[in-house]
T-cell receptor, first 117, second 111 residues
């Protein structure tokens, strides 16, 4: 019973490079959410996707950040031209289609800790 | 948009005592309120949740209460144990399906 999977668990990038973070949802889940967590802070919503569709990206910075959840394969959060302020833990969560059978639970992956040097 | 306030930011209790963490929310349309426990370097884990049509829910030593009129909800942990030490986050889900989290409470249970 695999839970939400994320890789890599740790990622180090130099300023200006690209970071790609991957998330495979829990089996049976069709909806994925990405959150960012800065040290000693809460989780900030970034984007909400279902397969081949971005439902809500209101928490995504307008530039350099993009997300996708293709028909096949994991969801990917891409950060282009990373800066030091992008250093954080990035968590994805997955769920059934919200409201399905009354279910709203989101289950989190182990996170990717991005360090920009 | 939704705004969730969480208090206190740190809480220290003796083993065996009770711990209470409180949250308030702003969006009266919010209808789902989960609580997550996060140990250092680990993923947030869902420990209990409550819907807006229920006033209280209990699971062993953990309980959550919801006051819709006042727009606040609380986590109660009884008979605390050292392994309860972690950061606890409350969250609220509005009509747009996204969760808005509080800033977290660092709970320390002293043996």
């Amino acid at each position: 019973n695999a839970g939400v999977m994320q890789n890599p668990r740790h990622l180090v990038r130099r300023r200006g490079q690209e970071a790609r973070l991957r998330c495979s949802p829990m089996k049976g889940h069709s909806h994925v959410y990405w959150y960012r967590q800065l040290p000693e802070e809460g989780l900030k919503f970034m984007v909400y996707l279902q397969k081949e569709n971005i439902i809500d990206e209101s928490g995504m910075p307008k530039e350099r950040f993009s997300a996708e959840f293709p028909k096949e394969g994991p969801s990917i959060l891409r950060i282009q031209q990373v800066v030091r302020g992008d250093s954080a833990a990035y968590f994805c969560a997955s769920s059934f289609a919200p409201g399905t059978g009354g279910s709203y639970e989101q289950y989190f992956g182990p996170g990717t800790r991005l360090t920009v040097t | 948009g939704e705004n969730v306030e969480q208090h206190p930011s740190t809480l220290s209790v003796q083993e065996g005592d009770s711990a209470v963490i409180k949250c308030t929310y702003s969006d009266s349309a919010s209808n789902y309120f989960p609580w997550y426990k996060q140990e250092l370097g680990k993923r947030p884990q869902l420990i209990i949740d409550i819907r807006s049509n229920v006033g209280e829910k209990k699971d062993q030593r953990i309980a959550v209460t919801l006051n819709k009129t006042a727009k606040h909800f609380s986590l109660h942990i009884t008979e605390t144990q050292p392994e309860d030490s972690a950061v606890y986050f409350c969250a609220a889900k509005g009509s747009n399906y996204k969760l808005t989290f509080g800033k977290g409470t660092l709970l320390t249970v002293n043996p």
